[in-house]
């Protein structure tokens, strides 16, 4: 924003005493984060139905795959600091309270009085700072890279469901070593999560999908898409908890402040159901047949 703009400058002066806004701290009741949308899909050829040998488990990026959510909240509370006059530290934790979500709608959820041009040009301040700041020194969590080569060994079909762009996903996938193990990247100009995984279950029909995310926004949206099973990684860092009772309060099927026993996780909760009535029991050493003698 220039320095030299004296009419923007009154405007972020204004938003900032006009706008008292409640910490949008998420409660137990159904949020309206999953129903908002700003994109569509259709930039590209639709891709055609086929079928998968295991299922998708489709993964958020930031917080998820990459260890990023401190440093990209640091970014968005000095954004609001300076265009609405949010405390640094309240601002934080307004962008952790709806993270999940693509950060335009974020900013029409908390600030939704300030006029249009403001949002749009603190929303795209924000994502050139995110990509300076944040994403430039983005590091994947540790057990990510083992992770990934596990489902892929295991015959899963692995994709990507991100608010961030497409463009900037791939990129830091690509300069991580991770965008390999991806059959597609979907990002906020493709649709929000919800929009992802209908056209995730388009293109995979009848098989077993599964949403990994960090946040109450992805298990609103997986909830939303018949069929979408939602894990979910918890996260606390300062003054920050999103513990995984939490996330298992809201419809996670499984959640940890860990991936790595995700494999493990996945078998259990896709494990054909026993018919009523029938118990099974591990075959124990005297359970073998004996063996013939000669």
Known sequence: MAESDP???????LAGRERDVPLSMVGSATSQFAE???????E????APRAIERGAVIFDVDGTLLDDMAGISDVAGKVLLEAFGTPEAEGRLHYLATT?????????QLYGEAPLELRRSVARQFHQRKVAEAYARAKPFPEIPKLLKRLAAARWTLAVSTGAEREMADLV??????RYWFEDVLGSGQGTKREHLAEYRRRYPDAPLVLVGDSRFDLEAAQSVE???AVARASRFANWTLSPDDLRRWGAAWADYSLT??????ERILAPTPPPGKKTRPRSASSKPARKGR
Not at 7 to 13: A, C, F, G, N, Q
Not at 36 to 42: A, D, K, M, R, W
């Open 7 to 13: 009419d923007t400058r009154t405007e972020l002066s």
């Open 36 to 42: 908002i949308s700003h994109g569509v899909l259709g």
């Open 44 to 47: 590209r050829p639709p891709v």
């Open 100 to 108: 999940g979500m693509p950060f335009e709608a974020q900013i029409n």
């Open 173 to 178: 996938l690509e300069r991580e070593g991770l």
């Open 227 to 229: 069929g979408v099973i």
């Open 261 to 266: 026993e995700l494999p493990e996780a996945l």
